[in-house]
């Protein structure tokens, strides 16, 4: 078994709040620097667009894909301990021995929440985010579950509840669903609101959609695991880019899932602008410029 989770804390708690889970996975050898490299040169050569890094970050409310580091990604890892900074290897699993990881995990998750989970999940993916000492990973949120499994080096991860309308209000949330990944903005007075997490070796936390985070690593070098499933989520794409387009003409939208025949009427505007966007978009579904969760973006199903 490589997770550890509560099945009490899971039905109480799974994708409403955050909880604290643990891990068998920090010995393993796929995940040690030399390997890792490896892994990050394959991917360089055969799927570059699967690696986001940057360097030099110091500010939470950055946004992605606005500090590139200076070297290839190889070389950055070989200097990481200098480098300031954060590299995520995504869709790891499309290298066949990470794939195997990623299933026991999926495997084990199942196991706690039961099989009808599996139909909820579209795509399962795993992330590798290595982190350079005293390196921030900067604020945002994910359209994705996630399971965020600490390897090696300690840190602290906060993390913000997603109901909480002062921290994440409706126009973010419409925002991101609709047209940007980066539309998550932090707040330095509501720090307060999020629960600091200490992520060690073989301790996690699970993450749900939509809870904003952000990560300040300790002055060591980090290497974290995300266990990630994308969802079935069209009626939230089509509710929130009706909001989103709505709010674009000065109205102020009630937010989606209080009155069921308000959304019916919405869902079908909130799709056809959704596929405006889309196509505006060059066929991408959000602006993904620095996909924050490090994964994908994806279109509607
Ligand atoms: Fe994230």
């Excluded at 890094?53 to 070297?71: L, Q």
Aim: proline share 7%; glycine share 4%; net charge positive.
């Amino acid at each position: 078994m490589s997770l550890i989770i509560d099945p009490g804390l899971f039905a109480t708690h799974f994708n409403k709040r955050h909880f604290e889970i643990q891990h068998r996975l920090a010995a393993h050898p796929l995940f040690e620097i030399p390997r890792l490299l490896q892994l990050a040169r394959e991917m360089a050569a055969d799927r570059p667009g699967d690696i986001y890094y940057d360097a030099g970050v110091t500010n939470i409310g950055s946004r992605w894909g606005t500090s590139p580091a200076e070297f290839p990604v190889d070389q950055t890892i070989e200097r990481l301990e200098t480098a300031g900074a954060w590299i995520d290897l995504k869709a790891a699993e499309r290298s066949a021995p990470y794939a195997q990881v990623l299933n026991n995990c999926i495997s084990d998750l199942l196991q706690v929440s039961g099989r009808e989970l599996e139909r909820k999940m579209r795509r399962k993916e795993m992330a590798i985010f290595l982190t350079s000492p005293n390196r921030l990973s900067t604020y945002h949120m994910d359209s994705e579950c996630n399971f965020l499994l600490q390897l090696r080096g300690e840190k602290n991860i906060s993390i913000f509840p997603k109901d909480d309308r002062e921290v994440l209000p409706e126009e973010e949330i419409e925002r991101f669903w609709a047209a940007d990944t980066n539309a998550a903005i932090y707040k330095p007075h509501l720090q307060h609101r999020a629960s600091v997490i200490r992520l060690k070796p073989g301790t996690g936390v699970h993450i749900p959609v939509n809870a904003p985070h952000w990560v300040q690593n300790d002055n060591n070098i980090s290497v974290t695991v995300a266990i990630l499933y994308h969802s079935w989520h069209q009626e939230y794409l089509d509710l929130y880019a009706a909001n989103y387009c709505l709010r674009k003409m000065r109205v102020s939208p009630k937010p989606p899932f209080q009155s069921r025949w308000r959304d019916s009427i919405k869902r079908p505007i909130g799709a056809a602008a959704l596929r405006l966007l889309t196509l505006r978009r060059g066929g991408h579904l959000r602006d993904v410029a620095g996909n924050a969760a490090g994964v994908h973006d994806v279109s509607p199903p």
